[in-house]
């Protein structure tokens, strides 16, 4: 599949409703003819033979036209949204893919900001704006009725018209820049108050709070500084715009009468022709009022492709047979993007199906970093890790999601109920299901207590959870299902002795019904009930062996000590 192809798909269902946008646009326009023309009739010819039929007629003949002028009008803006609606259908679910993939390449990204780029897109296709802009071709007709009307007004009108686009380019010039640095900044300020404010507690109870707020002041007002900027200039364009606009009407009335005077033209030709003139440089101005929303559709499009470009619709890949279970490491060496050294060194070890496996070592090991590459949310420099014997990144995502099980370090549920969250927000899954993997997970009697059982609200990130539960409840979910090979990181960090009991219950469980499990630790409990352990030192492996010689008191005596000891942790 071509690179950026979601993007191009979503902008070719926009343009296929917009096509039928543009004639809808045609006729819109032409009936904007009635005001003027309506006018032209009553001046010259009802006021001159004052008959009331022909004011009637005209009347009832222009009030149907306005009907018409009404229902396409609103047709077209309908059309409009409901082709940014199918825009959205189309971007919506690859654009989030993509953010998530950019956000597991690398964290630190502004990613999420691509979600807000694409509402900001979609909102300028199907605005006011966009309107102002189809209007805008059809201001050539308006002026060359104004020179039909006379030469003189054709003249006043289109120095007019070029006099406001002059404008609008001037606009462009001269806040490009601005909004530039402005959307940079926000996008900045934003994400340092997301970080920040995850770790509220933190902030508060260590009295830090003055000196974030003032580094975060000092983001946003560089964002804010370049928006006043921006502003100051779009609203000395808008002044002289105005000016412009209002003066141009004075002369052309002027003008307008000097001609009637000379019986040029009638009067009713000096009404009508203001009013197309209006009509003509309606657009162009409008155009010049929406023009920074215009570029900021423009920036958020240019960031879209971007990320299109930069990461290609995922390839199609063949479900697989259900994995049994074994792992193979194969010098794996990972780094993170603009670092050279790596955290991985030529990692490689094997694991059999229904095995455990102790992931021990001091922190700063690479521990952490090993286990995002097991469960396929990192990419290898070099090497790979194959689930029987194919390597993750040739398996189809939801295949390989439903085969693993994860308990990360840092645990985070998602707004919805227990039950939701250990489900996976499957929605087939059944309650059945759902009680079985607490129950495995020692969980049950924690959850049956809480204050509405399976039906409590965990709320964002599981806010409404303690530590010890959200763990428990994490754990289940990572065993909802009994995936073929469930990975486990520092799964007793918040738990108390009867959860560290549960834990080691659901490790025996996992082991005794043929499960893989890879479990990252460094208290002798867990490591007892291991079949291999894997001892990492500064991102290499000091030793795979099995758990049972690691453990024995004779030889080295020293080596249990100083590994059960080892502090885990990224």
Excluded at 210 to 237: C, F, H, T
Excluded at 350 to 362: K, N, S, Y
Excluded at 445 to 471: A, F, H, K
Aim: aromatic fraction near 6%.
């Amino acid at each position: 599949m071509k690179s950026g192809s979601s993007l191009t798909q979503a902008y070719a269902k926009y343009r296929s409703i917009l096509a039928a946008t543009v004639v809808f646009s045609f006729f819109v326009n032409l009936l904007m003819f009635v005001g003027p023309m309506y006018m032209l009739q009553v001046y010259d010819r009802v006021l001159a033979s004052r008959n009331e039929t022909t004011l009637v007629m005209i009347s009832i003949i222009a009030l149907a036209l306005l009907v018409s002028y009404g229902l396409l009008e609103f047709t077209r803006s309908r059309m409009l949204v409901r082709a940014g609606l199918q825009f959205d259908q189309v971007l919506a679910s690859p654009l989030f893919s993509r953010v998530v993939r950019m956000q597991l390449a690398n964290p630190a990204s502004s990613g999420r900001n691509a979600l807000s780029d694409a509402d900001r897109v979609r909102d300028f296709i199907t605005g006011q704006g966009v309107l102002s802009f189809f209007d805008a071709p059809w201001t050539p007709l308006f002026l060359v009725l104004c020179f039909a009307f006379h030469p003189w007004l054709g003249v006043v009108s289109t120095v007019g018209a070029v006099i406001i686009f002059a404008l609008a380019l001037l606009n462009e010039f001269m806040t490009r820049q601005s909004l530039q640095d402005a959307n940079q900044a926000g996008a900045a300020a934003s994400n340092f108050a997301g970080a920040t404010l995850q770790n509220a507690e933190v902030i508060r109870a260590m009295g830090m709070v003055d000196q974030l707020l003032n580094r975060w002041l000092g983001k946003r007002d560089e964002m804010l500084a370049a928006q006043a900027r921006a502003s100051d200039r779009a609203g000395i364009v808008l002044a002289c715009s105005k000016f412009v606009r209002m003066t141009l009407q004075v002369a052309i009335l002027g003008v307008g009468a000097y001609l009637a005077m000379k019986q040029q033209i009638s009067p009713g030709i000096m009404i009508a022709a203001s009013i197309v003139m209006g009509r003509a440089l309606a657009p162009v101005e409008q155009a010049v009022g929406q023009w920074k929303q215009f570029v900021a559709a423009r920036q958020a499009n240019g960031r879209l492709k971007k990320l299109f470009e930069s990461l290609p619709d995922e390839t199609d890949r063949t479900e697989l047979p259900s994995p049994k279970g074994r792992v193979s490491v194969a010098g794996l060496t990972s780094a993170l993007p603009g670092v050279k050294e790596p955290i991985l060194k030529g990692v490689s070890f094997d694991i059999d199906p229904g095995e455990v496996l102790a992931l021990v070592g001091p922190s700063g090991s690479g521990k952490s970093t090993l286990i995002r590459h097991l469960v396929g949310v990192a990419r290898a420099s070099v090497g790979k890790v194959s689930l029987d014997g194919t390597d993750l990144q040739h398996w189809d995502p939801k295949q390989l999601g439903h085969s693993l099980g994860y308990l990360s370090q840092d645990i985070r549920l998602f707004g919805g109920t227990v039950a939701e969250n250990i489900a996976r927000f499957q929605e087939d899954a059944e309650d059945r299901e759902i009680v079985a993997a607490a129950k495995l997970a020692g969980a049950h009697d924690m959850i049956s207590g809480l204050s509405n059982g399976y039906q409590t609200e965990v709320g964002d990130g599981g806010s409404q959870l303690s530590g010890g539960q959200r763990q428990r409840v994490g754990l289940a979910r990572a065993i909802f299902r009994l995936p073929a090979v469930v990975v486990l990181d520092e799964p007793n960090s918040n738990l108390d002795s009867e959860g560290e009991a549960a834990l080691a219950a659901c490790l025996e469980q996992l082991k005794a019904m043929g499960r893989t499990v890879i479990v990252a630790t460094h208290k002798a409990n867990l490591l007892s009930l291991s079949d291999k352990t894997l001892i990492l030192n500064a991102g290499s492996v000091q030793r795979f062996v099995p758990t049972k010689e690691l453990l024995q008191p004779q030889p080295p005596k020293a080596a249990h000590p100083q590994t059960v000891s080892a502090v885990t942790s990224r």
